[in-house]
């Protein structure tokens, strides 16, 4: 009898999340997968071409340039920002759940970037980092750093690098709040205990936090990983949707979007290639999210 | 002693990396406001520099001649209800996912985390049709209705994360005590969620307030603007007023923060840590 | 604490709805006697004020009819377009790319062929122009609205201060730059970050001088000639000589950059279009204006004069009517002469005469009109961008990683090549 009652409960509470999530995303996009079989310059290509498109991306000149280039860069920009962001963002969670006066303001000064928009952040980094009148390079000459100086923005070696740590800047708040509920859930007793023990600072991070962690870190990453893999707002708005220079900060965001929906200066675009795309983004997300699902689970 | 000197030199390592923090998260803050209140060129012309003559115009330019206000609210409206919801939604289906054995369990939790592996964007065209034909173009329940779906993967992802870190002795012990599953819920799981609620709430907000892309393929009635889609009017082809447009991209970023601090208030340690004695 | 909660959920949930139905409320129709009004949009966020202006004259001419402006952020307007056009929301007056991104609206049937509603087209325009929103067998569906023009800005001030003369053939440019170069000035207001204005404002605007200009464009277009032809690495190489006269760190300077460097009077001169006009009015900047410079004295200038913008009829339009008297009105000399002062440095490509009362604006429009001057267009964009990957963004690709030194011209032009080839010329 309870078993029944249970069982409808459970469906009551996955209904909604079910409904909303099934009719307002996931048929809308599973309509234009199916697109990824077809080419055509329409809104909805109608020319059947099969497999054609994948085959397209793997192997044709020049979009296998492009598809293994965002491949690179993009995992290259997952480990720079991993680093970079969440990392340093735990790090500073630790710091920030200790007892002294002040935290609450630290908490939230911390958060104010992640509030801003992606456009108004390239932009000020953008004149921070600028050749001719960029506060970086002067303050650089001022330390007698001149020899350091290069065009930041401008070398396909450098760019994306910059684009990750002003991407930390921008989010080092999202790891934070994460890192920080997680800390703060961690039962005071535990921590008392190991204090007693006489463990150190470091000591209680290795064995207490990382280990109770563990799911968090697992989420953490993998939002990071699913972010990265298919967003590209710093890039268009920091080195525009091409991803200059010369494509170094090509994402596939930014490829996914130029060719499922045109440039400003190539208005031609092909939905059929940019759907195949989205499934090859899909699948390569899967993987990852999988992995590192298994790798943080908790052993309970 | 050697205790103590340990003690301070940690404290001072720790103000020292907060302080270092801090000054990295001020400058670029300081240069966003220093150029709201510059003319456009003078931005360029001396970028670092205060603002000189300080350009109240960008601001009042905001209410008398954009009508911001209409803009703010709309975004407000927008951003609060799919928040609202998304929590809601979320946390139930997160609840029955976490603590419930039951046949497919996996296969849901997967098949709400694929809402991350996709662009959105894809499905541009089938939104854009699917509202139109239910008269809901110019109409801002389909962006509530959008972002509450587009928030639902991460939301269950995390949930359902910090659920399964709920003892089930306390719920065991809540049925002994004769509660029903709505009792258990939200009596004992949602004041032990309010983290996670605060987390969800926090990492949606940005996404849905800051969105422009909805709102250009749904809205193009004036009055049903949400704010970045105004300022994406900013944006001329080759000439922008950049004072304007920092200006109003401060003024935006000010609804979140506040969002933010508010919520933050709600990070309690001790909630938790008495749940989990008694 | 529950039941306030409830409480707050309910209001916030009735304040959803109040919003929604502010949204559903429909807009007052038209009874007999009331004003039409006719949605027209565009991707020149920044024409708002001005476009109110001159479209108020129409109003004022035909007070049924209100025109109101929409401008779409430029980088989203060709998906907002296409997607507003299929699902029937689209507006009633549309602005349309040239060649291909116009082509591409046409041919997927949401514009009126124009021909027969707007009869002055072929006869008052240019041909090129009218050509750049017409199908091969001469069907119209566009009404040009204005041209572009590239050259060479120079800030009159610095050129007054070391006594310059406009130079007229590349050996006097060059040795032109060399002396500001010694002066201590910078020279040009440039840099390789932004790839469109590799092309658009520099490849294509001194660079025709040495490809051969609007016959080459053509034989390229024809297949006569392939992007590999000598002439191209010729004007390749051209270009690169005046990277010697760009900024330090270059490659780190965007389109924004150099034009308020410019505007900012830290640069001597800026190659770059027409429509800069407006910006450099706005700045209160003393400005003059050269052609590209020619290979040898006597040679025919090769000056790029493009139509850039065109406008369209919706055929989803509930008031075709009024919309076809509008772009009547907009095919007329009347609205040349409102938009060629609005919008100074940019030119309605008609043949009848209109007024242009901004000097500098006469002056580069005079330029092409002199004996030996002869019009051209960007490379790329009739035909060759059809489909991807397109002549243009191979060549973006192509022109930045050769200024940039990582590429030879040689490399350059082999690589725009072979992307045409695998669709061009079949």
Known sequence: MRQRKIRLFLIAYLLPALTIYTVFMILPILQSMRYSLYTGTGIRPDQFVGFGNYVKLFTQFPFRLRFFNVLKNNVLFFIMVSVSQNVFGFVLAVLLTRRFKGRRFFRSLFFVPTALSVIVVGFVFKLILNPVWGVFDRMLRSLGLEALIRPWLGDPALALPILSLVTAWHFVGIPIIFFTAGIDGISDDIIEAGRIDGVSVWGEVRHILLPMLKPIIGIVTILTFVGNFSEFEIVYSMETVYGNPEYATDVFGSFFYRTAFGTVMNNVNDVGLGAALASIMFLIIFVGVLFFLRITRRET | ?278 | MKRSQVVAVMLVLLLSGALAFAGGKQEPQTAGGQKVVLRYTSLRTEDVERENRINAEFTKKYPGIQIKFEPIKNSEYDTALKTSLETGVGADIVILRSYDGGRQIYDAGYIYELGDLVPNIQSDFTANSVATWATEDGTIYGVPYFGSITGIWYNQEVFDQYSLKEPATWDEFIALCRSLKQNGETVLAHGTNEQWVLTETLLCTVGPNFYGGEKTRQALINGEIKYTDPRFVKAYNKIKELVEFFPPNYQAIDYVTMQQMFMNGQAAMWIAGSWELGVIRDAGLEVGWFGPPVEKKGDRMQYAFYADLGLGLNKATKHKDEAVQFLRWVASPQHASLLANELPGMFPPMKVKFEISDPVALEIVQIAQRADVDTTGQLMWEKLSRQEPSGETLQLEAVQKFLNGTWSAQQAVEYVQKGLDTWYYE
């Open chain 2, 1 to 278: 002693m050697r205790g103590a000197a340990k003690r301070v030199s940690l404290r001072g390592l720790l103000y020292l990396v907060l302080g270092a923090q801090s000054l990295v998260v001020l400058f670029p803050l300081w240069l966003m406001f220093n150029s709201s209140l510059k003319a456009s060129r003078q931005i360029f012309r001396d970028p670092f520099g205060l603002p000189n003559p300080v350009f109240w115009k960008n601001y009042l330019k905001l209410f008398v001649q954009q009508s911001y206000e209409r803009y703010f609210l709309n975004s407000i409206g927008v951003s609060v209800v799919s928040l609202l919801l998304i929590v809601v939604v979320t946390s139930l289906a997160a609840y029955a996912i976490g603590k419930y054995r039951f046949r497919g369990n996996q296969q849901i939790f997967f098949y709400f985390l694929i809402g991350l592996m996709l662009p959105i964007r894809l499905g541009t065209i089938n939104i854009m049709q699917m509202f139109i034909r239910v008269n809901l173009y110019n109409n801002l329940l389909s962006l509530i209705a959008i972002y509450t779906a587009m928030g639902i993967p991460a939301g269950i992802l995390i949930f359902t994360g910090f659920i399964r870190e709920i003892p089930d002795e306390l719920r065991d012990s809540a049925r002994i005590d004769g509660y029903g599953e709505t009792g258990i819920f939200l009596r004992i799981i949602v004041p032990l969620l309010t983290p996670a609620i605060v987390v969800v709430a926090v990492y949606n907000l940005i996404p849905i307030w800051n969105d422009f892309w909805f709102p250009l393929i749904l809205i193009n009635r004036d009055e049903l603007m949400t704010v970045p889609l105004a300022t994406a009017r900013l944006f001329g082809k080759h000439e922008t007023d950049y004072g304007l447009l920092f200006a109003i991209l401060s003024a935006a970023a000010i609804p979140p923060i506040a969002l933010f601090v508010t919520l933050s208030r709600y990070f309690i340690k001790g909630l938790t840590a008495g749940a989990i004695k008694g």
